[in-house]
């Protein structure tokens, strides 16, 4: 525990920027695949845990497409799309069939996807630690707010996640298609016999959650080392996310993720060895003040 | 002019788990007209009606809908073949505007039907309109049987399967969903009426099936029904 640097850090503007900058990269991340997660959970009453490797694919995807063409728009939007489908196939061919089977049985055949992808990708993209590098277009020189550095892609990143979660939150609760969503997760069997396939809304739940998960992976490969496993931490991360911020909620999945950021960054200059442990106390917390989330419904 | 068959359904057998519901069960509901399936609690109404909609699926027999076989067909296929179903319990999505209700189950016909608009189904149903913005879990009982009742019609089915809609409600709701039925059968609106209250059916339905142990014991004309102390006494208790 080092709580005099802690002290220090929050009584400096410029710390106080570098660290919440960084905190919220994380978390805006974190939300990416979480919100996903949720999404997943809310609607399908299905724990994926293999959540994390459609993120781990969007790092390498785009990590292979930016390599061939050099375009790191192309690279992001062939990582969203590919991954999306991939969610796609996984929910038709694998996941479809453990509906309705217990959680443990998911949970299996998730971690069965995790390992088998692990191994894919250290066969086709090697074992090492991988790195794409900052993209050109986001050498410049970094932003200064009250004496913290702003990297110009950490602000890109923020406000691109920032529109994205915007974007997320009006289409679950303003169109016609999300309140459709909305409802498969209380009542598939009703709105099955109010003449809509609900086998499509599962399907295009797990499209939309790989999408997320995809640019996710993308947008991270400038800034993390992309290596075969790196999907774990995320998922459990998002895991976290989803009981602080409650089931199926988009603006919970935002708060919980910028929580579970601000939580790692700040944490680990107060707490270097427990930046983990901090986590799983805010957890605990939530559950013990508002069980169903800061942002789920009450029971 | 002999009425077709809007649902027909013959050898029927249904299973919860191991324990049979339905036996052999067959019936027919012809166009144009609101047939009674009457039978005590646990006779097997409700059974026969979502088996109808494919929400259980039978085990052997049956279903055509307008001539069309749609056993084993997933609910959603049935329901846009024209078959709407209005559930016992309601199952309104309480967490939905009553305006929601409706929308998430707009949908035409299955011949590119759309009577059936925001508009006219607040005219059908006056009491919903003030209550458009309200979320549906918090609606009292009758009203929530109004919204399940209009919002199966957004999707302007050809046939209406309802399952006990007067069950559970204060006379003078009963009186207002008896007389919303009516004016349903004078628009031509085809309807299966499960209930145990007989005289409910009365004035709304032209046929009547009495249903007893997973199997139709009695179908007549209403009338005939009503005349017929011996099948009431042994079969509806009354």
Same mark, same amino acid.
């Given at each position: 525990?080092?709580?005099?640097?802690?002290?220090?850090?929050?009584?400096?503007?410029?710390?106080?920027?570098?660290?919440?900058?960084?905190?919220?990269?994380?978390?805006?991340?974190? $939300?990416?695949?979480?919100?996903?997660?949720?999404?997943?959970?809310?609607?399908?009453?299905?724990?994926?845990?293999?959540?994390?490797?459609?993120?781990?694919?969007?790092?390498?995807?785009?990590?292979?497409?930016?390599?061939?063409?050099?375009?790191?728009?192309?690279?992001?939007?062939?990582?969203?799309?590919?991954?999306?489908?991939?969610?796609?196939?996984?929910?038709?061919?694998?996941?479809?069939?453990?509906?309705?089977?217990?959680?443990?049985?998911?949970?299996?055949?998730?971690?069965?996807?995790?390992?088998?992808?692990?191994?894919?990708?250290?066969?086709?993209?090697?074992?090492?630690?991988?790195?794409?590098?900052?993209?050109?277009?986001?050498?410049?020189?970094?932003?200064?707010?009250?004496?913290?550095?702003?990297?110009?892609?950490?602000?890109?990143?923020?406000?691109?996640?920032?529109?994205?979660?915007?974007?997320?939150?009006?289409?679950?609760?303003?169109?016609?298609?999300?309140?459709?969503?909305?409802?498969?997760?209380?009542?598939?069997?009703?709105?099955?016999?109010?003449?809509?396939?609900?086998?499509?809304?599962?399907?295009?739940?797990?499209?939309?959650?790989?999408?997320?998960?995809?640019?996710?992976?993308?947008?991270?490969?400038?800034?993390?080392?992309?290596?075969?496993?790196?999907?774990?931490?995320?998922?459990?991360?998002?895991?976290?996310?989803?009981?602080?911020?409650?089931?199926?909620?988009?603006?919970?999945?935002?708060?919980?993720?910028?929580?579970?950021?601000?939580?790692?960054?700040?944490?680990?200059?107060? $707490?270097?060895?427990?930046?983990?442990?901090?986590? $799983?106390?805010?957890?605990?917390?939530?559950?013990?003040?508002?069980?169903?989330?800061?942002?789920?419904?009450?029971? | 002019?002999?009425?077709?068959?809007?649902?027909?359904?013959?050898? #029927?057998?249904?299973?919860?788990?191991?324990?049979?519901?339905?036996?052999?069960?067959? #019936?027919?509901?012809?166009?144009?007209?609101?047939?009674?399936?009457?039978?005590?609690?646990?006779?097997?109404?409700?059974?026969?009606?979502?088996?109808?909609?494919?929400?259980?699926?039978?085990?052997?027999?049956r279903v055509r809908v307008m001539g069309i076989e749609f056993q084993g067909k997933k609910p959603h296929a049935i329901a846009r073949a024209g078959i709407g179903f209005v559930p016992e319990d309601r199952q309104v999505f309480p967490e939905h505007t009553v305006e929601d209700n409706l929308l998430i189950a707009q949908k035409r016909g299955p011949n590119g039907e759309d009577y059936w608009t925001?508009?006219?189904?607040?005219?059908?149903? &006056?009491?919903?309109? &003030?209550?458009?913005?309200?979320?549906?879990?918090?609606?009292?009982?009758?009203?929530?049987?109004?919204?399940?009742?209009?919002?199966?019609?957004?999707?302007?089915?050809?046939?209406?399967?309802?399952?006990?809609?007067?069950?559970?409600?204060?006379?003078?709701?009963?009186?207002?969903?008896?007389?919303?039925?009516?004016?349903?059968?004078?628009?031509?609106?085809?309807?299966?009426?499960?209930?145990?209250?007989?005289?409910?059916?009365?004035?709304?339905?032209?046929?009547?099936?009495?249903?007893?142990?997973?199997?139709?014991?009695?179908?007549?004309?209403?009338?005939?029904?009503?005349?017929?102390?011996?099948?009431?006494?042994?079969?509806?208790?009354?």
């Amino acid at each position: 525990m080092d709580l005099p640097a802690l002290g220090n850090c929050v009584t400096s503007l410029s710390c106080i920027i570098t660290q919440s900058t960084s905190g919220l990269i994380i978390g805006m991340l974190l $939300f990416l695949v979480a919100a996903g997660v949720s999404l997943i959970f809310g609607v399908l009453k299905v724990v994926n845990f293999a959540h994390g490797s459609f993120y781990m694919l969007g790092a390498y995807l785009t990590l292979t497409v930016y390599g061939v063409t050099g375009s790191f728009l192309l690279a992001v939007v062939a990582a969203a799309i590919g991954v999306g489908l991939f969610g796609l196939l996984f929910e038709r061919l694998i996941i479809s069939r453990v509906y309705g089977s217990q959680v443990l049985m998911q949970l299996l055949v998730c971690y069965g996807v995790i390992l088998i992808l692990d191994d894919l990708v250290k066969i086709i993209w090697g074992a090492e630690f991988r790195s794409l590098g900052m993209p050109d277009v986001f050498l410049k020189p970094p932003f200064l707010f009250g004496g913290g550095v702003v990297p110009v892609y950490y602000l890109f990143l923020i406000v691109l996640t920032l529109i994205i979660a915007v974007l997320l939150g009006l289409a679950i609760t303003k169109t016609r298609l999300g309140k459709i969503v909305r409802a498969v997760a209380v009542n598939p069997g009703m709105v099955s016999a109010l003449g809509i396939n609900t086998g499509l809304v599962y399907a295009g739940v797990f499209l939309l959650g790989g999408m997320l998960a995809g640019l996710a992976g993308a947008l991270a490969a400038p800034v993390r080392s992309i290596v075969s496993g790196m999907g774990l931490s995320v998922v459990v991360e998002s895991f976290i996310v989803t009981v602080i911020g409650g089931m199926g909620s988009v603006a919970g999945a935002l708060v919980g993720s910028l929580l579970i950021g601000l939580v790692r960054s700040f944490g680990t200059i107060g $707490f270097p060895l427990f930046t983990e442990g901090l986590m $799983f106390l805010l957890m605990a917390v939530v559950l013990v003040l508002k069980p169903s989330g800061l942002f789920g419904r009450e029971t | 002019m002999s009425a077709r068959a809007i649902i027909d359904a013959e050898g #029927l057998d249904v299973f919860y788990g191991s324990s049979q519901i339905l036996f052999a069960l067959g #019936l027919s509901v012809l166009e144009g007209q609101t047939t009674a399936l009457l039978g005590r609690n646990g006779a097997g109404k409700s059974t026969t009606l979502k088996a109808l909609a494919g929400l259980v699926p039978p085990r052997r027999g049956r279903v055509r809908v307008m001539g069309i076989e749609f056993q084993g067909k997933k609910p959603h296929a049935i329901a846009r073949a024209g078959i709407g179903f209005v559930p016992e319990d309601r199952q309104v999505f309480p967490e939905h505007t009553v305006e929601d209700n409706l929308l998430i189950a707009q949908k035409r016909g299955p011949n590119g039907e759309d009577y059936w608009t925001l508009a006219r189904i607040y005219d059908m149903f &006056p009491l919903l309109s &003030p209550l458009k913005q309200r979320m549906a879990g918090r609606l009292s009982g009758g009203e929530q049987q109004m919204l399940t009742i209009a919002r199966t019609l957004m999707g302007n089915p050809v046939g209406l399967l309802l399952d006990e809609p007067s069950e559970g409600l204060a006379p003078v709701i009963v009186a207002r969903i008896g007389e919303l039925l009516r004016r349903l059968r004078d628009m031509g609106v085809t309807v299966l009426l499960a209930e145990q209250n007989m005289h409910f059916c009365l004035g709304i339905a032209s046929h009547a099936l009495v249903i007893d142990k997973g199997q139709i014991v009695y179908r007549d004309t209403i009338a005939a029904l009503k005349e017929n102390e011996a099948v009431k006494k042994r079969y509806l208790a009354l």
